[in-house]
């Protein structure tokens, strides 16, 4: 009987976690580049372009790339398998506001099945000044969101995020 009561409470503990730990995430890090918006804008419209900046992209220098329809352009997709760090899967560009905004869908096959949704921001500072929102949203269903309480996504991804817009920014300066 005591065992039964244990592993009823045990039960009642997930399930009251499960339903309070958060179930959407959103990271997201800016930077200001001192370049004119249209051409950055114009840089990070082709997904190809993540190679030269993207930390993910580093670690795995034998990653495999193929590509569905024409880069910068709705529709495009970018599937990738590497190893472990960085797993298999697929980007797909869904919405392009010219100079503006891109949304990008992100379906992780290994190691974990996941959907996120990427986002980048552009917006003209003036002074040939670009300020760069790139981040990410996800909903996380039973049982990922409680597994996600012992995961620091906000630093671990927002690390990824601050590396990626400061290699952006010293590539795009540089030009």
Excluded at 145 to 159: I, P
């Amino acid at each position: 009987m005591i065992f039964f009561l244990i592993a009823l409470l045990i039960v009642a503990i997930i399930v009251i976690v499960a339903f309070l730990a958060p179930k959407n995430y959103e990271v997201k890090r800016s930077i200001v580049i001192d370049r004119p918006h249209v051409g950055v804008f114009n840089y990070l419209k082709y997904l190809k372009n993540q190679d030269h900046w993207c930390p993910a992209r580093k670690r795995d220098p034998h990653i495999k790339q193929a590509y569905e329809g024409e880069d910068g352009e709705v529709g495009f997709i970018l599937k990738w398998s590497g190893n472990s760090d960085v797993g298999t899967g697929e980007q797909e560009i869904t919405q392009i506001v010219k100079n503006k905004r891109m949304e990008v869908t992100s379906r992780f096959l290994k190691p974990v099945k996941s959907t996120s949704y990427i986002f980048t921001i552009v917006e003209n500072l003036g002074r040939m000044q670009t300020k760069v929102t790139w981040g990410f949203k996800i909903e996380n269903k039973f049982p990922m969101n409680v597994l996600m309480l012992f995961h620091n996504m906000y630093k671990d991804a927002g690390n990824d995020y601050e590396t990626g817009l400061k290699n952006l920014k010293n590539l795009l300066e540089k030009k």
